[in-house]
């Protein structure tokens, strides 16, 4: 039982972050019904930005929940800078474009932010220094680290405010709106553009502050780290049903329990065959088994189809 419950607590922190950046894909496809698999990469950027500034202010005597917070709000900046620049120079220009050429532009941005990481950051993976207290809270047999605390706190803090954002605010309403019909938002007074903008740049915080705590919680970061995250937040999108804000959280949570536990115990129902170093087939299993039984995900698609 005590292995069971550390495996769920472990489940829950990585679903957490699946579930951030899962959003970043179903807020995108939801308005511009398009798959950005880049965004795998603006996880990557926040995690080497956040990395560089705290190896630049290692001996400015700031605190490390400091050091931290300032590495995070840059980091945030920068991929919100990145991403934005992404959506105008690859994404609006093939806005009407076949769906085809867009989703090989994404592909293409994906290597290059690969490509462009490794020049700057050099390939070499580099640890990511430690500055959380790393005394475990135990928790009456199974334990979770200060850094796992904090990302669940901001991680959900981060949510409710996304979707009290959206379900609470003017721009929330423009978003639905652009959602639903473009064409008719833009005669009501709704800016097309700038709400897709705006929307690429929420994605970019929420992959930012992802990647930040995927790193600390790891201790390690390099060009390709991405990758694999991207991948399986984007299967929880999927299999919570892409488009749907709520659908992503409850996907990313789905996954992340899925894969702890498994992970926990698939040596044991194999007979020692498989390890814990193949426990990403339990994402793309369940992803499989979810859209063969329902192929709209968990919660369903909420995007309105457009005239």
Request: charged residues 10%; aromatic residues 6%.
């Amino acid at each position: 039982m005590e292995t069971l419950i550390q495996q769920l607590i472990n489940g829950l922190v990585l679903g957490s972050m699946y579930a951030l950046v899962a959003l970043g894909y179903t807020m995108v496809y939801g308005i511009v019904g398009l798959i950005n698999f880049a965004h795998g990469e603006i996880l990557m950027v926040g995690a080497l930005v956040s990395w560089t500034v705290i190896t630049m202010l290692a001996d400015a005597g700031l605190s490390p929940w400091m050091l931290m917070l300032l590495s995070m709000l840059a980091s945030i900046v920068i991929c919100m800078v990145l991403n934005l620049t992404v959506e105008k120079v690859a994404y609006r220009p093939l806005r009407k474009a076949p769906k085809l050429a867009t989703l090989i532009t994404a592909m293409g941005m994906s290597l290059l932010l690969q490509t462009l990481a490794m020049i700057i950051w050099k390939p070499s993976p580099k640890p990511y220094p430690q500055l959380l207290p790393t005394t475990p809270i135990d928790l009456g047999g199974p334990v979770i680290s200060v850094t796992q605390v904090v990302i669940l706190v901001a991680t959900w803090s981060l949510l409710a405010a996304l979707l009290w954002l959206v379900h609470g605010t003017r721009m929330g309403r423009a978003m639905r709106a652009t959602a639903e019909n473009p064409r008719n938002a833009a005669l009501m007074g709704v800016q097309p553009d700038r709400v897709i903008s705006i929307t690429f740049m929420l994605g970019a915080a929420l992959a930012a502050v992802a990647g930040v705590m995927w790193a600390a919680n790891y201790g390690t970061v390099q060009h390709t780290m991405g990758f694999l995250p991207g991948l399986k937040a984007f299967t929880a999108a999927v299999l919570g049903g892409i488009g749907n804000l709520a659908g992503a959280m409850v996907g990313g949570l789905l996954l992340g329990v899925i894969e702890s536990v498994g992970a926990g115990y698939l040596g044991d129902l194999t007979g020692g065959l498989l390890g814990s170093n193949y426990v990403d087939i339990f994402a793309f299993v369940t992803l499989i088994a979810v859209l063969t039984l329902r192929p709209s995900g968990l919660l369903g698609e909420r995007v309105a189809d457009r005239a």
